[in-house]
Nanobody, 125 residues
Framework: VQLQASGGGLVQAGGSLRLICAAS????????MGWLRQAPGKEREFVGY????????LYADSVRGRFTISRDNAKNTVYLQMNSLKPEDTAVYYC???????????????????WGQGTLVTVSS
C-alpha cells in the first residue's frame, strides 16, 4: 500500500493550495480517507475525513468552511482544497486510510492505519 501526498508549498496568508493524495496497492473505494497534520512542536491532529463513497465528510472546527475534501475513486485519489489559509495552518499534511475494522469516530487519529509520507504546507503572514 502506498499513499503519495503532494501539492504542498509556501503560500501567503489568505491564499489557497490543493493537496493531492494518490493511493495504490489497495481497493481504494473500500476506504474512508482522512487528512491529518502535524505542526512543528505539536502533536498530530485531525483535519478532515471523507467516507468511502464521498457522501459523508467531517472537518475539524479549525478548518471547517475553509477546507474541502473530495475524492475520485476512478483515479484512486483524494484531494484537500485549502482556502483562506492562515499561518497556523502551517504543518506537514498527511493522508491516511481509516481502518476497515475501526468503528470509532473519523476524528480519532488512532483509527487511521496507513499513512502517506506527508507534504509540507507553509503559510507566511
Amino acid at each position: 500500500v502506498q499513499l503519495q501526498a503532494s501539492g504542498g508549498g509556501l503560500v501567503q496568508a489568505g491564499g489557497s493550495l490543493r493537496l493531492i493524495c494518490a493511493a495504490s496497492g489497495l481497493t481504494f473505494s473500500n476506504y474512508g480517507m482522512g487528512w491529518l497534520r502535524q505542526a512543528p512542536g505539536k502533536e498530530r491532529e485531525f483535519v478532515g475525513y471523507i467516507s468511502w463513497g464521498g457522501g459523508s465528510t467531517l472537518y475539524a472546527d479549525s478548518v471547517r468552511g475553509r477546507f474541502t475534501i473530495s475524492r475520485d475513486n476512478a483515479k484512486n485519489t483524494v484531494y484537500l482544497q485549502m482556502n483562506s489559509l492562515k499561518p497556523e495552518d502551517t504543518a506537514v499534511y498527511y493522508c491516511a486510510t481509516k481502518g476497515l475494522s475501526d468503528y470509532g469516530p473519523p476524528n480519532r487519529i488512532q483509527g487511521y492505519d496507513r499513512w502517506g509520507q506527508g507534504t509540507l504546507v507553509t503559510v507566511s503572514s
